[in-house]
């Protein structure tokens, strides 16, 4: 026992000092700092180097070009500018990493929410046409990540029609679209199909991203998506009062 | 007949250069053996403060670390820290992450007292006061020398573990809980020991005293 933990701390301490701030904060290395001084106080990062994470280094995104960066920080700064400091508190959001082709095994991903470190990680080049819809499908799962207590899943799949089964996990199925249905029959978009909590993902993201005349009328043609989208609005009320859609 | 043999001008060079080298040695010697030659040790007494009762004295292997805290700006945190302080808690306590020209960390009361420091477990360890909420709304700059609550990775973990930083830190606004200010000091901060490959140190330097100046 005693050798193990004497060879434990040998590699503890011939290990190379990381003095990077942002190292330290959020664990991810080869960070640069984009802005900062934000009004919600969003703290804005890009990879300079390519990254690799997680136990299993499964996790990997690359630099940006910085032109797409340009471009794409106001587009993501304009879309959670709507986030207001005390509801990104609460839902436990501060950091947001831009990076291009962002996998997780392999699998490419727009987005990977962290919690516990406070970071949602963001694919800038993943599907240019739902971009800025994903930002928030993204900041969902966050929020569903802080308050899983919130949010019943068994009672979710309720909503739907009894002879309705989601896959066994997002990555398990090929409905990935995400065009937005015409007739939406209880789903937004084929991807809504994949699980609850992908399903309460898009939900959100669409109560925040079409106009509330639209929602209305969604409401009114399909009594699934209008209990989702009551559900939605009732549990983020009990996390931020404040929060209008 | 002993003849006296005459040392040559050359090897009288040699001789006035091997003494000038043993000098230069003894010198650089006895200039690196003390680490706080140069360091200017403040002594309270000989300062007038605005604020007086908040003014607490770290002193450190170098000298006088003088602090001002913020009881504004994180009531919480510093009537934790004060509470430490006035109870001699950090005496002893070792300075057991310390990363050069960046931070300074201790305060670990369970594992980091000399005489029983546990090296596997120091930076974990706690006060018997458990752990307070995180105080991160006001706004705080953290520049060189600010004084911060550690914590773990989540919020409202903060115990007796702070941190003191050497280099301006914009990150940790809204991140740690801020408790004061380095007045008078930092130079002796600089000298604590380090370890260039590791954040935690074997062999710590540690706190000597640590009191409120009234």
């Known amino acids: ?245 | 007949m002993i003849k006296k043999i005459e040392a040559s001008l050359s090897e009288k060079f040699i001789l006035i250069f091997l003494m000038l080298l043993g000098i230069t040695t003894l010198g650089i010697y006895i200039v690196l053996k003390n680490q706080c030659l140069f360091v200017k040790n403040f002594d309270p007494k000989n300062i007038t403060f605005e604020k007086p009762n908040n003014i607490a004295i770290l002193n450190a292997p170098c000298g006088n670390v003088i602090i001002e805290l913020y009881p504004n700006i994180s009531p919480n945190g510093v009537e934790r820290f004060k509470k430490l302080i006035i109870s001699n808690a950090y005496e002893d306590i070792a300075f057991h992450r310390v990363i050069e020209n960046k931070l300074v960390q201790a305060g670990d009361l369970e594992f980091g007292k000399k005489g029983s420091l546990d090296y596997g477990k120091i930076g974990a360890g706690k006060s018997e006061l458990g752990t307070i909420k995180s105080e991160t709304d006001n706004r705080f700059n953290y520049v060189r020398g600010s004084v911060g609550l550690a914590r773990t990775f989540k919020n409202d973990t903060e115990d007796s573990q702070f941190f003191i930083i050497l280099q301006d830190e914009p990150l940790f606004e809204g991140e740690y809980t801020p408790v004061g200010k380095v007045l008078y000091g930092l130079e002796v901060l600089e000298k604590i020991k380090y370890q260039r490959n590791s954040e935690y140190i074997l062999r710590p330097d540690f706190i000597n005293s640590f009191k409120m100046l009234n």
Not at chain 1, 158 to 183: H, M, V
Not at chain 1, 189 to 195: A, D, G, H, L
């Open chain 1, 1 to 245: 026992m005693n050798s193990i933990r004497a060879i434990l701390l040998l590699i503890f301490f011939i290990t190379p000092l990381k003095a990077n701030t942002i190292y330290n904060l959020i664990k991810i290395p080869n960070l640069e700092i984009y802005e900062i001084n934000t009004q919600n106080k969003l703290k804005y990062f890009y990879a300079e180097r390519p990254f690799r994470l997680g136990t299993q280094k499964n996790i990997v995104c690359s630099n940006p070009d910085k032109k797409d960066l340009e471009i794409k920080y106001k587009t993501i700064h304009k879309n959670l500018s709507r986030y207001s400091y005390n509801y990104l508190k609460k839902i436990n959001l501060k950091y947001i990493v831009m990076c291009e082709n962002l996998s997780i095994s392999e699998l490419y991903t727009a987005g990977i929410p962290d919690n516990i470190m406070k970071t949602l990680i963001l694919d800038i080049k993943f599907n240019e046409d739902y971009f800025e819809r994903v930002i928030h499908h993204e900041v969902f799962h966050i929020i569903h990540l802080q308050h899983k207590e919130v949010f019943n899943e068994e009672e979710w799949i309720k909503f739907n029609n009894s002879k309705f089964k989601y896959a066994e996990c997002s990555t398990c199925t090929k409905n990935i679209g995400l065009d937005k249905y015409d007739k939406t029959k209880g789903f937004f978009t084929e991807y809504s199909k994949s699980t609850a909590s992908e399903d309460m993902a898009e939900v959100y993201s669409h109560m925040i991203f079409l106009k509330k005349n639209d929602i209305n009328q969604i409401r009114k043609l399909d009594p699934i998506l209008n209990n989702k989208i009551s559900y939605i609005e009732s549990k983020i009320k009990q996390i931020d009062t404040s929060f209008i859609f």
